[in-house]
T-cell receptor
Framework: NAGVTQTPKFQVLKTGQSMTLQCAQDMNHNSMYWYRQDPGMGLKLIYYSVGAGITDKGEVPNGYNVSRSTTEDFPLRLELAAPSQTSVYFC????????????FGPGTRLTVT | RKEVEQDPGPFNVPEGATVAFNCTYS??????FFWYRQDCRKEPKLLMSVYSSGNEDGRFTAQLNRASQYISLLIRDSKLSDSATYLC????????????FGAGTRLFVKA
């Protein structure tokens, strides 16, 4: 099993551009998450989803959008990218309901110039 | 006050040393607790869950003190390969999906 996969691994955007970070999991997990990690900082939750068709905001949702049309996929959309969105983005998933351990993808390193 | 606070690092220890990390959390309604390990430029990976009764996995021991709202991680007989950042994770409170990651404690184990 591939676990949680993310594409692309690296991306450079110019201010104002838009893009979608892809995330997929093959573990049939109900819950999926998007985090960002700035240098020397902890992970901050952007959005999460507890199942297909259900999404909710995390701690830092501004400037991002998500959708969850299938159990497997949870793309993160950046509209009008800003330098403040330069970060490493991690997608994660967890099985079942409630507070379970999360499995992370390898991350996408995004630079906005 | 941060919701999850960890010992400031970095910790520099020789091989074979015992090292302990502490983590405090502010939400008394928190339900589950974990330690993750993150290697440089890699994704976090679960090291161990933390149970109320305390739990041990080889050289690693985790403990939870709900009354004082802190969790700890003890690493015995440190190895070079233990060098990493250790993240304290607290889950629960407002709904079951509020997950807060600590900023992490960096550990360097030297030969």
């Amino acid at each position: 099993n591939a676990g949680v996969t993310q594409t692309p691994k690296f991306q450079v955007l110019k201010t104002g551009q838009s893009m979608t970070l892809q995330c997929a999991q093959d573990m049939n997990h109900n819950s999926m998450y998007w985090y960002r990690q700035d240098p020397g900082m902890g992970l901050k939750l952007i959005y999460y989803s507890v199942g297909a068709g259900i999404t909710d905001k995390g701690e830092v949702p501004n400037g991002y959008n998500v959708s969850r049309s299938t159990t497997e996929d949870f793309p993160l959309r950046l509209e009008l990218a800003a330098p403040s969105q330069t970060s490493v983005y991690f997608c994660a998933s967890s099985g079942g309901q409630g507070a379970r351990e999360q499995y992370f993808g390898p991350g996408t390193r995004l630079t906005v110039t | 006050r941060k919701e999850v606070e960890q010992d400031p690092g970095p910790f520099n220890v020789p091989e074979g040393a015992t090292v302990a990390f502490n983590c405090t959390y502010s939400n008394s309604a928190s339900q589950s607790f974990f330690w993750y390990r993150q290697d440089c430029r890699k994704e976090p990976k679960l090291l161990m869950s933390v149970y109320s009764s305390g739990n041990e996995d080889g050289r690693f021991t985790a403990q939870l003190n709900r009354a004082s709202q802190y969790i700890s991680l003890l690493i015995r007989d440190s190895k070079l390969s233990d060098s990493a950042t250790y993240l304290c994770v607290v889950n629960g409170g407002t709904g079951g999906f509020k997950t807060i990651f600590g900023a992490g404690t960096r550990l360097f184990v030297k030969a």
